[in-house]
């Protein structure tokens, strides 16, 4: 079992983690809960200069859990997907482009699937400004509300789509480009995420569309307000990256998304998934 060293980033949100030896990691190893136990904690972690090699990033990510295969096929390893805006790396790139708004990753899938349980993401290639990571603190959004805040948002639920994201990633999209987004289901989900550990978050994001029952306008302005208050500059950890540096987060409580870079740029990122089992109620 690698000896992990962890250090907090933020009050809120982040820690780096040092004395981790992918080499020496074999199924079973106690490391894999060692690290989720430091994601509960930290919501992110922070590898610099791992280097991981993307066979050894689908066997780390085993240990955390069952990765996810369902967008194999963009990278020759299984349980890889490259982040990429160039068509020729990633042929999804223009969806990506959403990415660049906060969100949880899994509030729209297709079916019935559990939002992913962690998000593994390391840097091949790193854009020439901007490109960071930011992630914000879910669990910490809520646990800043009033009472009255928390008594009067435990019932409301909101409709969460992939034409809510994408709308706004492409404001000028056409009717054919929009009747796509919308051959894909939408989701209702409770805003306030009570999860089995008894913790409570906030289920917000570029997918979040309305809250149900409520006057749109009126719906629509609540979310982006709570959006706003749970990131916050002094709420935020942004993550520069440099190449061979590997990024893990808590999909289930930390919001994430990418900082701006130029559309031209050859950044590159390595992402695995690790299914989640606990729906959002």
């Known amino acids: 079992m690698s000896l992990l060293t962890i250090t907090k980033l933020t009050a809120s949100v982040g820690a780096e983690v040092t004395g981790l030896d992918p080499g020496r990691l074999g199924p079973g190893d106690p490391t894999g809960q060692a690290v989720l136990d430091a994601l509960e904690d930290n919501g992110v972690l922070v590898f610099r200069g ?78 020439e400004w901007g490109g960071e990571t930011e992630f914000a603190n879910s669990y910490a959004a809520y646990d800043e509300l009033t009472d009255e805040e928390k008594e009067r948002f435990g019932s409301l639920r909101v409709v969460h789509s992939l034409e809510a994201s994408q709308r706004r990633a492409h404001p000028d999209a056409g009717p054919e480009q929009v009747a796509r987004w919308r051959s894909r289901r939408t989701h209702e989900h409770p805003l306030v995420w009570t999860h089995r550990s008894g913790r409570k978050s906030l289920v917000l994001g570029a ?75």
């Open 50 to 127: 791992l280097r991981l090699a993307p066979e050894a990033q689908v066997d780390f990510c085993r240990l955390l859990g069952e990765v996810d295969h369902s967008a194999d096929g963009h990278h020759p390893v299984a349980g890889i997907y490259p982040i990429s805006l160039n068509p020729a790396k990633n042929s999804s790139a223009e969806i990506l482009k959403a990415t660049f708004d906060w969100h949880i990753d899994g509030c729209t899938p297709l079916d019935d699937e559990c939002p992913q349980k962690a998000t593994v993401l390391s840097a091949v290639r790193v854009a």
């Open 207 to 281: 997918s979040a569309d309305y809250v149900v029952g409520m006057d749109l306008d009126e719906g629509r302005a609540l979310l982006q307000d709570l959006l706003e208050r749970a990131t916050g500059p002094d709420k935020v950890y942004s993550h520069e990256w440099s190449v061979g540096d590997t990024v893990i987060w808590d999909n289930r409580g930390v919001l994430h998304r990418a900082a701006p870079y130029d559309p031209a740029s050859q950044r590159e990122m390595l992402r695995t998934t690790v299914l989640g089992d606990e729906p959002i109620r």
